[in-house]
């Protein structure tokens, strides 16, 4: 049966409050395909096709034990936001408002990143399949599992059956999207974890099967050089003989290329980016006001990183209820919100194999735009 606790652990509590903000700009930057009401978690599955609730099989998430403690939201805004540079970590956009904002821009013309990997996945995926034939696919930050499904249609073919062990932090998210993969593929044995997958990767339960971990999207790039290596070598740490890793990594291109993905005429990322201080707002009783703050986004070709920030629009004072400082900004001073690292081919090989992964196949979408590497234990 589904379980009552924990809901989503990065967030208390939830609001399905997804309104165009019509205020900043004077017209609606974006509607939800339907009205979004308390079911808004539904909405993922119903987005793609429409199947009967009451069919569907009950799915249970597990929580991930983290291995090391994590900071909590106001531990990470009194290090991130009262320092220099300001900063605060990205996993904070994912409330359900904010995944249904990527959700949404994962569609918008300029951004190219998902629609490139999902084609590319499409491509190869019954030689992943054949080569890594899995008895487990584990999907670090599976989200609405909409582009492994390709992995699942390929095993279908090759009537290769694997588990599946979707990780995310949003509990309504793999529950929605777990009934819907259960319908469409009734050979599917879906057993979600619930937590934060860069805390808790130590503790995800072993199995005695052979493993495919997927990490797409290119999420990768949203830590920095020195977290990505940590980050891989805990993952190398959890993979034994056989297994394989499949990851998903956004290449360097033509900055104008870049710049639009992240700064869409559509106004989406600049909401997306916004969303960050409504969680704020509401999480730890702040009181940003959104309209004094510009969303900026840039391509940095030493880094090779886009850059995302706020940029306060004049100079203000915040306050936190949960916080005893209170929080004064300058007209012009920005929060680096999210940095999108993209890899050169031999970057991102020398970064695997830097965590004791060798690459075994690197596929490249066409025009080089995005990589998925598949790579096992050296
Ligand atoms: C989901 C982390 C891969 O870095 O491109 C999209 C998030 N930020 N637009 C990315 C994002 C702004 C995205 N990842």
């Keep these: 049966m589904r379980q009552a606790a924990p809901r989503c652990p990065v967030f208390a509590q939830r609001r399905a409050a997804v309104e165009p903000d019509e205020r900043r700009t004077g017209r609606a930057i974006?509607?939800?395909?339907?009205?979004?009401?308390?079911?808004?978690?539904?909405?993922y599955r119903i987005k793609d096709r429409n199947v009967n609730t009451a069919l569907s099989t009950p799915i249970a998430c597990e929580p991930i034990r983290p291995t090391r403690i994590v900071p909590s939201l106001s531990e990470d805004v009194a290090r991130g936001l009262f320092g220099a540079p300001r900063t605060l970590p990205?996993?904070?956009?994912?409330?359900?408002?904010?995944?249904?904002?990527?959700?949404?821009?994962?569609?918008?013309?300029?951004?190219y990143p998902t629609r490139t990997e999902s084609a590319l996945l499409q491509r190869i995926a019954r030689e992943v399949i054949e080569t890594a034939r899995p008895e487990r696919i584990v999907e670090l930050g599976s989200g609405t599992s909409r582009k492994t499904r390709h992995l699942f249609?390929?095993?279908?073919?090759l009537e290769?059956?694997?588990?599946?062990?979707?990780?995310?932090?949003?509990?309504?998210?793999?529950?929605?999207?777990?009934?819907?993969?259960?319908?469409?593929?009734?050979?599917?044995?879906?057993?979600?974890?619930?937590?934060?997958?860069?805390?808790?990767?130590?503790?995800?339960?072993?199995?005695?099967?052979?493993?495919?971990?997927?990490?797409?999207?290119?999420?990768?790039?949203n830590f920095t050089r020195e977290q990505a290596t940590d980050f891989l070598r805990e993952l190398r740490a959890m993979l034994a003989p056989g297994d394989t890793l499949l990851l998903g990594a956004d290449r360097v291109k033509e900055p104008d290329v870049l710049h639009a993905a992240y700064n869409d005429?559509?106004?989406?990322t600049a909401e997306f980016n916004l969303n960050l201080l409504r969680v704020l707002n509401r999480e730890l009783g702040a009181d940003f006001d959104l309209a004094a703050f510009e969303h900026y986004a840039l391509f940095n070709p030493l880094e090779s990183r886009i850059e995302m920030h706020l940029i306060a629009m004049r100079d203000q004072t915040v306050t936190f209820e949960g916080l005893h400082d209170s929080l004064h900004l300058r007209e012009g001073e920005n929060i680096l919100t999210e940095i999108s690292r993209k890899f050169t081919r031999a970057q991102l090989e020398s970064m695997?194999?830097?965590?004791?992964?060798?690459?075994?196949?690197?596929?490249?979408?066409?025009?080089?735009?995005?990589?998925?590497?598949?790579?096992?234990?050296?």
């Design 30 to 43: 974006w509607r939800p395909a339907r009205p979004v009401r308390k079911r808004a978690a539904r909405e």
């Design 90 to 111: 990205p996993k904070y956009f994912y409330d359900e408002r904010g995944s249904l904002l990527f959700d949404r821009i994962c569609d918008v013309p300029e951004y």
């Design 153 to 157: 249609d390929a095993c279908a073919e």
């Design 160 to 221: 290769c059956h694997p588990a599946y062990a979707p990780v995310d932090v949003c509990d309504e998210v793999l529950v929605a999207s777990g009934e819907a993969l259960s319908e469409d593929y009734p050979w599917l044995d879906v057993r979600p974890f619930v937590g934060d997958y860069t805390a808790g990767l130590g503790n995800l339960p072993r199995r005695a099967t052979r493993d495919l971990v997927v990490f797409l999207g290119g999420t990768i790039g």
């Design 265 to 268: 005429d559509a106004g989406l």
């Design 352 to 378: 695997l194999e830097d965590a004791g992964l060798r690459v075994v196949r690197h596929y490249e979408s066409d025009a080089h735009k995005f990589s998925l590497v598949l790579a096992e234990p050296d």
